[in-house]
């Protein structure tokens, strides 16, 4: 099995050399790693040049779900993986995402745990949810980050390309069609690195729970409409989205009125 590892970039040099020594020092070795950049200022390039084994573009782009449809275009192999130009994995992590795959022959996707490096301070993140429904209502049991999860090829084929306007959530977008129509599986092993250290994208996001919300309720409505009210509920319950839920609610029944 060849694994894919794709890493969208754009002024992460600081922390680059770090992911990919963390891929060179996989103990297995059936991989290709591809990097879409976003035309970085800073010394992004000159350290992509000195890695020969890497397939690598910097150009302009429309953000990171678009290096990412970019790099899934460029790849090659069975499984996929993304890796954030800012994290790491630990050296076993692909001979144990393998094993899992050869072993288990009905499994499309795997997650597994990984570590927060929040500013220095190591945090264990072990309790990541594989069930759309506990994505649906957003329970807090997300997959942190793209290095504690992959899966085949056609998984992606079949879910399509990354929206290209979702600059934030790509991740929640993508993980609720995963969950929802292929047989996932969840390990204790933990597998990477999310590095958090205050000034990187996720480190800066304000009220993630509001900008996922319609995500689900989009998704409930079209995929599981029987479960849309529910979720709705459990939604507007929160008081982070009351105000957000209800012109939510406003919106679709104009819609269909019209």
């Known amino acids: 099995m060849k694994i894919s ?10 922390y680059l050399k770090t992911s990919i020594e963390s891929v060179l020092n996989q103990t297995y070795t059936n ?11 800073d010394n992004t390039v000159d350290i992509l040049k000195s890695y020969s084994h890497i397939n690598w573009i910097s150009e302009n782009d ?26 790491y994995f630990y050296e076993d992590a692909f001979q144990v995402i393998v094993d899992v795959f050869k072993n288990q022959n009905e499994v499309d996707m ?21 069930s759309w429904k506990d994505l649906s209502i957003l ?20 879910i399509g390309d990354f929206p290209i306007n979702e600059h934030y959530t790509m991740d929640y977008w993508f993980l609720l069609r995963a969950f929802y129509f292929f047989e996932t599986v969840k390990i204790e092993n933990f597998l990477g690195c999310f590095v958090f250290d205050g000034t990187n994208k996720t480190s800066i996001i304000v009220n993630g729970f509001s900008i996922q919300m319609p995500h689900a ?37 104009k819609k269909y009125k019209s």
């Open 31 to 41: 991989w290709e790693h591809i990097v879409v950049d976003g035309q970085s200022t």
């Open 110 to 130: 795997v997650v597994g745990n990984l570590y927060v490096d929040k500013e220095g301070i190591m945090i264990p993140n072990t309790n990541s949810t594989i």
């Open 5 to 14: 590892v794709l890493t969208p970039s754009y002024n992460a040099g600081k």
């Open 139 to 158: 329970r807090g049991r997300f997959p942190l980050n793209p290095v504690s999860y992959c899966y085949k090829r056609y998984v992606q084929e079949k």
């Open 62 to 87: 429309r953000g990171q779900s678009d290096a990412m449809n970019k790099a899934f275009r460029m790849s090659t192999g069975d499984i996929i993986i993304y890796l954030n130009a800012d994290d």
């Open 217 to 253: 309720l989009k998704f409930t409505l079209r995929y599981t409409p029987a479960r849309f009210f529910y979720v709705f509920k459990k939604l507007l319950l929160h008081k982070k989205n009351k105000t957000r839920a209800s012109l939510f609610l406003k919106k679709l029944l």
